[in-house]
């Protein structure tokens, strides 16, 4: 019954899609007692002088902003998986996929800084994709590395997986020397800036530490349980399902569409590699939950029975829901 209800795009699927964000979203409002998040220690200069002032310490005003935050991600998302082509019809689903996918942790439903780097990383994905076809790419490349250059001014480790988008453009055969070059000077403009700021306040020391301090710091490991590894475990077998069935189901669309979801699986590979080291933690489930949308998505979507759509948005729903009630 879900499924039918956000398998399409109109306004009643768009309602019921943002009520299920709203729903997932209420054990924050309710349950949350403790506000501050623990993936934000040390703090990018902006979170410090801009974000944490304002949303930081009120476990309302951040709950509110989290949410925002996840249903802008979302609605790119899914605007951006309809816009080329990846699913065969107009759907909410990619929307509600992700929103399930990435709130299963209160720690991580929790205002932190990776949640505004998301947001700009799959702004910055898109740029990407738009640059096929075009004269210049690396207009849209420079684009595309400056969303992901400010994104990492409040979550510095994104810079380690700004070198996806290296992969992306090889895949999507833009990648010539222009464009490599634009990627790099994107990248480097926003941190020009900051740089900048920090010169004409003689404090240059201050930046390279507290940019040191940001990409060497453990972000805090989580205390895994039984169900926390049954959950993952769960996980990691639906993406690696869902990623073999999709590849047969991709042969019948677009070169474009084909080439898009290569980029996801592979961006989905070198963020699991990139979990493996001792940099990230569970707080790189936003992220995850990103890549992994369009590949589950897909498949849902490409199931030729009904019944068998609903059996697995209802797995997924199960899923999530026992998520919320025994992870945190």
Sequence with gaps: MILRAVHNTRISAFVVSFFILILLWLRLFLLNTVHITTFNNP??????????????????????LSLILTFFIAFSLNRIILKFGLLQRQSMLPFVIFS????????????NPIWIF????ILGIEQIFLAVGKQ???????????????????????VFLFV????????????NFKSIIALLLGLMFPFLIQF?????????????????????????????????????????????????????????????????FRCFTWIMFLICAAILTPFFA???????????????????????????????????????????????
């Design 43 to 64: 703090s990018m200069p902006l979170w410090e002088t801009i974000i944490e002032p304002l949303f930081g310490y009120s476990k309302y005003y951040s709950a509110v």
């Design 100 to 111: 399930l996918l990435s709130c299963a942790f209160l720690s991580v439903q929790k205002l």
């Design 118 to 121: 998301t947001l700009f990383f």
């Design 136 to 158: 210049k790419p690396q207009v849209n490349c420079f684009n595309a590395s400056l969303l992901v250059g400010i994104g990492a001014l409040f979550y510095a480790k994104g």
């Design 164 to 175: 996806v988008f290296f992969v992306i453009v090889a895949i999507l055969r833009v990648a």
């Design 196 to 260: 900048s700021i920090y010169y004409f306040t003689d404090n240059v020391i201050g930046f390279f530490i507290g940019f040191e301090e940001n990409i060497l710091s453990n972000s805090g490991q989580y205390n895994h349980g039984t169900f926390s590894r049954i959950y993952f475990g769960v996980m990691i077998f639906f993406n690696v399902i869902s990623i073999i069935l999709s590849f047969r189901y991709m042969q019948s669309r677009k070169i474009l569409a084909r080439r898009c």
């Design 282 to 328: 569970t707080e790189i489930i936003p992220v995850i939950a990103l890549i992994s949308t369009p590949i589950v998505s897909l498949w849902i979507d490409s199931m030729r029975k009904i019944y068998f759509q609903e059996i697995v948005t209802t797995f997924l729903i199960v899923v999530t829901i026992l998520g919320q009630i025994f992870l945190n």
